[in-house]
C-alpha cells in the first residue's frame, strides 16, 4: 500500500485533535487508519530528515516492503507513520 498527500494531511488533523483531547495518539490513529502502521517515539530518538514537523510532533515515513523497515520520503513506498513527539 502507498500513501498519498490527502492522507498525511488527514492524519496530520488526527493527531492534533487527538493531542488536544489528551486521547491515546496511537490506539486512536490505528483505529481511524487500519491500514497503516503508527508508532511512536520521541523526537530525540530519531535520525534523518523528518517528512513533516510542526512544534508537538514530527513525522516520519515508513517502509516496509523489505525484511527490514525503513525510513522514506516517497510517499508512493510509504506503508506507516512514525510520530516522534518534541518534548
Known sequence: ????????IS???SIKAL???G???VPGLRS???DI???RCSAGDMDGQPYRTSNRYQLYLMDRSEVCIK???RLESADG????EVE
Not at 507513520?81 to 516522534?84: F, G, N
Open 81 to 84: 507513520v512514525i510520530v516522534a
Open 19 to 21: 493531542m488536544a483531547t
Open 11 to 13: 492524519i496530520e488533523a
Open 71 to 73: 525510513l522514506t520520503n
Open 1 to 8: 500500500m502507498s500513501m498519498n498527500e490527502a492522507q498525511i
Open 23 to 25: 486521547n491515546p495518539l
Open 32 to 34: 481511524m487508519f487500519p
Open 37 to 39: 502502521t503508527f508508532v
